[in-house]
């Protein structure tokens, strides 16, 4: 069994770097490959990480995420690796995750896509298992007003009130540390590269979900230095609206009869 990992830097800090790949290439795994893409405007970050089982690739431009993954995939697809683990540099490890999230895949052969419980840096969980998005819930989102209507709708979107270890289907998972079936991403398709930034993880999340089971899985956990840039920067807010009119303009606004069936189907699981 062949299991690989991408990791996509961009002016990633070398304290991230060792941090996020240390999981991958301190585990038991025998046969694993890493690949570094680096869309960095340097090559600081070449010689950080070496080994018979490190891969980098340096990017004369800014690719993008999605972009930059799908050379690692291509990569890892040519190799025969069986699972590949997309992971951001900014992720901490602190107990063995990737042989549960295999096993758990080798004993379930109709799930596509996995990932684990995603904490906090000060240990408390984020919400990032989703229903499918509409218009709605983007902006609800983002405006957070009034407090009541969407304190509701939070809840139900992000599955808020579901038992904190159960296993559960998510038609929506996060892309900063995903597990991956090889041969569901030959079926389905890598990322979309029209998304430089943002909605690329729920674009594929939603592609596999039509295939697979994607599956969240928190009996094992990662942490994650999550900070919403879009919230911060114009920049980032523009990527995100950019993004998400491309993704609706891929999938449906208002009318998407296939995100209303598969959200039913979602909660329907819980009741």
């Known amino acids: 069994m062949k299991i690989s990992a991408s990791i996509v830097l961009y002016k990633t800090s070398v304290e991230e770097l060792l941090n996020s790949t ?4 301190l585990s038991s795994l025998e046969d694993k490959k890493l690949y570094l893409i680096d869309n960095s405007p340097t090559y600081e970050l070449k010689n950080v990480i ?25 990569k890892a697809m040519e190799w025969g690796s069986n699972y590949h683990f997309v992971i951001n540099p900014d992720i901490l490890v602190k107990t063995d995750v990737v042989m549960p999230m295999i096993d758990f ?3 379930n ?8 419980q995603i904490l906090n840096n000060d240990g408390t969980p984020q919400n990032l298992p989703k229903l499918l998005p509409s218009p709605y819930s983007v902006l609800m989102r983002k405006v957070r007003f009034p407090k009541t209507v969407y304190n509701k709708f939070i809840n139900k979107y992000e599955l808020r009130n579901i038992d904190g270890k159960r296993v559960y289907e998510a038609p929506i998972l996060s892309g900063c540390f995903t597990l991956f079936r090889v041969e ?24 596999i979900h039509r295939e697979y089971q994607t599956i969240y ?20 807010f523009k990527l995100f609206v950019q993004s998400a009119i491309k993704y609706f303009n891929k999938w449906g606004w208002l009318w998407d009869k296939e995100r209303k069936n598969i959200n039913k189907k979602t909660l329907k699981q819980f009741q």
Not at 22 to 25: I, R
Not at 109 to 116: D, E, R
């Open 22 to 25: 240390n999981s991958f290439l």
């Open 50 to 74: 070496k080994g018979d089982n490190v891969v980098y690739i340096h990017n004369s431009t800014n690719l993008g995420f999605g972009a930059a993954h799908n050379i690692a995939i291509s």
């Open 105 to 107: 895949m080798e004993n």
């Open 184 to 207: 569901a991403l030959r079926i389905v398709g890598c990322y979309d590269d029209q998304f430089f930034m943002y909605f690329e993880d729920w674009d594929l999340s939603r592609r």
């Open 217 to 236: 899985y928190p009996l094992v956990s990662v942490y994650h230095g999550y900070e919403s840039g879009a919230n911060k920067s114009r920049r980032l």
């Open 109 to 116: 052969l109709g799930v596509g896509m996995m990932m684990p």
